[in-house]
Nanobody, 119 residues
Framework: QVQLVESGGGLVQAGDSLRLSCSAS????????MGWFRQPPGKERELIAS????????YYEDSVKGRFAISRDAAKATVYLQMNSLKPEDTAVYYC????????????WGQGTQVTVSA
């Protein structure tokens, strides 16, 4: 399993932007798919964005399409989640996760970072 460390969460106002970072312990991530999940208070954790490292293919959950962007930096072994036009309903703990591209279940997780959006 790869070790993941998130950073960049915080308290912002509606309409603001934040960028989350996820640094991986492995320098070569070409065999991985990286995902960002979030868990709002009292709700299930859900996948909101992912990127296949080798191809750059991305996925976005409908509620974040057009506002969030996932990207990767191979030199830094880091994946980012740029979050724009934040809404109070984006308030959640955000988790970075990784899985081998041929698997469907994510098996490496970061510790999570809190994002709170005030109205």
């Amino acid at each position: 399993q790869v070790q993941l460390v998130e950073s960049g969460g915080g308290l912002v106002q509606a309409g603001d932007s934040l960028r989350l970072s996820c640094s991986a312990s492995e320098r070569t991530l070409s065999s991985y798919r990286m995902g960002w999940f979030r868990q709002p208070p009292g709700k299930e954790r859900e996948l909101i964005a992912s990127v296949t490292w080798s191809s750059g293919q991305t996925y976005y959950e409908d509620s974040v399409k057009g506002r969030f962007a996932i990207s990767r930096d191979a030199a830094k072994a880091t994946v980012y989640l740029q979050m724009n036009s934040l809404k109070p309903e984006d308030t959640a703990v955000y988790y970075c996760a990784a899985t081998f591209v041929f698997r469907t279940t994510y098996d490496s997780w970061g510790q999570g970072t809190q994002v709170t959006v005030s109205a």
